[in-house]
């Protein structure tokens, strides 16, 4: 019997972008309200779960042709590196910036360097989970 | 300083050895090592006449100044006349070992080095002044000793005598280690010089006796007093050379040197002149009594060694006794320190010299067993001439300095039993009669060594194949024999110089050594002495003429009730035993390893708690039960009995789900709502690679079946539980400080910019764990990575290599 996919395949097209926006907002929404990078990133990778479990790996892969080897490590360098920065300036490791600017678009708005760690943070998990899932899917 | 560094040249020189060996390819090695001992018995000798007019030398060198660890080197009589006995007696080995060592087939560079160093050590040894210094030399002397008789390492039984003389001695020097520091403890000093300065205020220590022991096992060890004797026979697996130096004059001196100059401080304890005049005299008995038993020359001479310095050693103890008599300078104990001293000479002289015959004999026929030699006087008359000198001085006869090492013996055991103290007027007269039996069958021996081999019938083939030893090898016994004769004529010249200056050390009463009015004479009138040596004479005249007779006796004595015997017993019980306790836990089973490490953490938090009486508990300001946290913990109880009575693996896992989806309802009802997200999301990923892991199991096993019940486990996981509750109780309980969120609460907005605290904790106040936890997730991945990518044995090629 030839199976049909149809239904579970168009759903997962337009509930991927929902969580997966839903994961950029509670990433970005982190440093005022419940979430953060941790919970950020496993939401994202759920939803490119979705993908998987809707289509198959191979598909996946073409769609999003990202290396998820590499996601982790650009992560990590990206946490280190917002760590280790303020040493050139002189202040101790791990120091954090922020202040309020006017941005275009969104206005005024507070930026805060703890964001660029929490980047750091979010990569390096949907790198993980992604990697986990993806060699055990694919391991025979 | 410069003192110091003699002591070291014999080590620098050795580093030269090995270039020497390979250039220097015609020439024997052994004669440029000869130039170090010999410049240094010059060197030595320019201090003889200083010393005997009683001045002493130091010098030092700063080792570890920090901690008050230098060497320094103290010479006095004492140490100045075994620095003489080693350097000299080490020239003469060294001249004999040229020609017995061919320059060909052995490895001289290994065999000099390791001699060299054993000559820097004992050098060490004699003349250090610091307890950490000399101990550092002790154990040196133990490992190139333990090289040397390993010197032919491809035999067995040298691999065996070498760690057997390793683990006695090496033993040994560790209690005398542990000795060591209980004195400098008690003396807060390391210098023995000082030690011996507060010798009435350290008697009377707690420690005292503790120390006086550890020194005395390390002395016996080295010394081989009984019981520890039995590594010297063993170690005559060595190279004859080695056997001369080291088993004869050397090392097993260095006990009795140790004894000598600690003899200050511990005389004072009753304790220390019965164990060293006792045990010396157990040893003399016994080494000479089975010597006799012995049918390899070398063993005969192991055990005559044995035997005289169990001799040495009682005399040591009876001179300790000069510390308790009133009227020194005439006490007739004072002899006793003379004799001692003196025989350590005599000892060393004819001992060498006999050494080195039994290693001519061996060079010459091949074997060393004495019921296949005999009549070989005619053959090697100057051997025969050298070993009849040592041999008559070992039994104690004129006109050979023996005579009257032995005479001044006798007269020292004689008095012990009129001494008053300490019960040596009820027991002391079991001295001279040990001390006479054990110098019968000295006399025996020492008939039996020389006469078995030399004049006994002659096994014929020997006449046509074996000569005379070559002159070069004769040199060091003759030259050591003539010591023997010409000491007996010269005793008093010796004696000025030598001996009295090396009482003094021991016997700190006198000014100056000349003020010792001992004057040995070979004639000393028709004494006790005299009778006893008579009586030695014939008795042992009549025991050695029927020695046929009686000498088969000895095989009687059963194998199993050996020292030997025990002590292998003793290894192999200990490895064996080992073995079996490590096996007895050791089980290889995860689960084992588990079920300890849980019940050990729980007796150990338990106990604590009650021995501290840490319990107590008290409710208060804790927050009231809701009927939403009930209703949580009876599902969350339902859960976990289900993970644990399922049957059915699947169930469990869903069980555990259950378990987890449930904690994130409590984050949610406790107000986490980062944890609580968080939670399920990683529950959800759980229990799906849960899932995978269990539709992977292997179908041939795969019976769904109840977790075993087991008593044991069960009472264990219930201890750590209640442990566990009882330390969460107890510590909700006491809580002694105010937590310190107040202060996040404070500043999360004005000094980090934020509002959601928990990820401000995070990410900015404490980063610093995040970093680390995200490396911990990505080693996590790549690792899963690795191990599902990297399967080289699946492919076909077991190794990377290939």
Redesign the interface.
Known sequence: MKTNDMIIQFTAKIVFFIIFFFAIHIFLAGHYTPGGGFVGGLLASSAIVLLVLAFDIKTVRTVIPVNYTTLIGIGLLLALATAAFPMFKGDPFFTHYFDYFTLPLIGKTSLHTAMLFDTGVFLVVVGVTMTIIQTIGEDE | MTQVLFIFIPMLAAVFIPFLFKSIKNVHTGWFVLLVPASLVIVYSTYIADVARGQVFTGSLEWIPSLGINFVSYLDGLSLLFSLLITGIGSLVVLYSIFYLDKKKEQLHNFYIYLLLFMCAMLGVVQSDHLISLYFFWELTSISSFLLIGYWYNRDKSRFGALKSMMITVGGGLFMLGGFLLLGIMGDTFSIRELIAQAPQLASHDYFIWALLLVLLGAFTKSAQFPFYIWLPDAMEAPTPVSAYLHSATMVKAGIYLVARFTPIFALSEVWIWLVAGIGLLTLCWGSFFAVKQTDLKGILAFSTVSQLGLIMSLLGASAITFHVDDVSNSIFRFAAFAAVFHLINHATFKGSLFMIAGIVDHETGTRDIRKLGGLMSIMPLSFTVAAIGSFSMAGLPPFNGFLSKEMFLTAMLAIKEFELFNFNTWGILFPVLAFMASVFTFVYSFYFVCHTFIKKRNEKYADTVHEAPIGMLVSPILLASFVILIFFIPNVIGDLFVKPAMLAFQPFYASAAAIDIHVSAWHGFTPELYLTLGIVGLGALLFSTLKKWQPLYQLWPQKFTLNHAYDMMMIGLDTGMNQVSRSYMRDSMRQYLLYMFTAISVIVITTLFVTDAFSFSFEGTAPIRLYEIILIIVLVIGVVTTLIAKSRLTAIIGLGSVGYTVALFFVIFNA??LA??QL??E??SVA?FL?AFYHLPKLTKINERMRFQVNRAVVSLAVGAMVTLVALSAQSQKLFPSISKYYEETVATL?????I???I???YR??D??FE??V??I???G??AM??LRLTRKGNGHENK
């Open positions: 709502p980062d997200l968080t999301v990683i959800t990923i690679l995978l980090a910019g934020g509002g959601n928990v990820n401000v995070l990410v900015d980063g610093f995040t970093l995200i490396a997730l990505s996590a991945g790549i899963i990575f599902i990518k």
